[in-house]
């Protein structure tokens, strides 16, 4: 299988097209955001147009009261690279969430089952202190696992604190203990750029993003599910639209910080990514280079085969 990873705006859409365009593909999607039907705009999931290039799988199932698990999502994953391999296509996994690449890959250890009543008091906590004082605790905790996530993230700084509680163990622990890896032969390529170029192409998509209709887009998911610290809520672009709906900041102010937030969030992408063994870099949206290295990648795979 082909994995384009990298940061947020960076094409990776586009270039997984210009290679299902040449050869015949399933585009497999691993952005954490990107699975939430609510929000297709502010997650930039694939357009209309773009789906009509290829089969697209793991867009936009998944209600914004529902949280998931990385170790569930790779399960799923995991399946539709499969089927897709069963009928001769090549999955192509494309986003940006680093966590579930590794999921899909390396597979995660099991975490044993929290005890209620620690859930319960986290959950308390979370309600009366708010997910930014959870994420302040875990940066003492987890440094590593809380800079990869949004202060605002009320599942994944209860749930990271949670696991500490139980368990004595960081999530970055557990995490770093894998378990049977996913018996696939990954392409790994890199979509990148230096964080500084990239700034203005981030400022430049969250206004487009507003343009689209961002703001009825959360507006109308609120309206659905009224409840603002909902799992689907917690992502960049959500977190602070709602903010602005719920009247806590105005409409320039909540701009300003999804920009800010963004380019924060890319650069935790940047380290996580450059970590990664085997990892090959392409420039932004280099779509011709994708295909270049895939068809490469594939012909040798076939020469093994043969020998």
């Known amino acids: ?6 940061p947020t705006g960076t094409g990776k859409t ?24 609510d929000f297709p705009i502010v997650t930039a999931q694939p357009s209309v147009a773009e789906r009509a290039v290829c089969p697209h799988r793991l867009y936009g199932f998944l209600p914004t009261d529902q949280a998931l698990t990385a170790a569930a999502f790779a399960d799923m994953a995991r399946a539709e690279v499969r089927r897709a391999a069963a009928k001769g296509l090549l999955p192509i ?26 859930r319960q008091a986290v ?21 590593d696992y809380a800079a990869r996530i949004h202060p605002n993230d009320s599942q994944r700084n209860a749930r990271a604190l949670e696991v500490f509680q139980a368990t004595g163990k960081t999530l970055t622990w557990w ?11 990954p392409l790994l390529l890199g979509l990148g750029a230096d964080l500084e170029a990239l700034t203005p ?19 109308a998911a609120l309206e659905r599910c009224p409840d603002p610290e909902a799992p689907g ?3 960049i672009g959500c977190a602070e639209l709602v903010a602005h709906l719920r009247g806590e900041s105005t409409l320039d102010e909540a701009v300003a910080r999804w920009i800010r937030n963004t ?33 490469a990648w594939l012909d040798s795979c076939r020469g093994r085969q043969q020998d």
């Open 175 to 185: 995490h770093a203990e894998g378990s049977e890896a996913a018996p696939f032969e």
């Open 93 to 118: 996994l494309v986003g940006g969430t680093g966590l579930y690449l590794k999921a899909i890959l390396q597979g995660l250890a099991p975490i044993p089952p929290i005890p209620a009543e620690i």
């Open 233 to 235: 809520f917690s992502g």
């Open 201 to 219: 192409v981030l400022a430049a998509r969250v206004g487009a993003m507003l343009d689209a209709g961002a703001l009825d887009e959360v507006r």
């Open 123 to 143: 959950l308390a906590r979370l309600t009366a202190e708010g997910a930014p004082a959870l994420h302040a605790e875990l940066s003492r905790l987890d440094p």
């Open 14 to 37: 586009g270039a997984a097209l210009a290679v299902a365009r040449d050869i015949p593909a399933v585009v497999v999607n691993f952005d954490s955001r990107q699975v939430y039907a």
């Open 263 to 295: 380019r924060a969030y890319a650069k935790r992408q940047f380290t996580w990514f450059k970590a990664v063994p085997g990892l090959r870099w392409l420039a932004p949206g280099d779509g011709a280079g994708a295909l270049a290295a895939t068809k």
């Open 1 to 6: 299988m082909l994995c384009l990873a990298g």
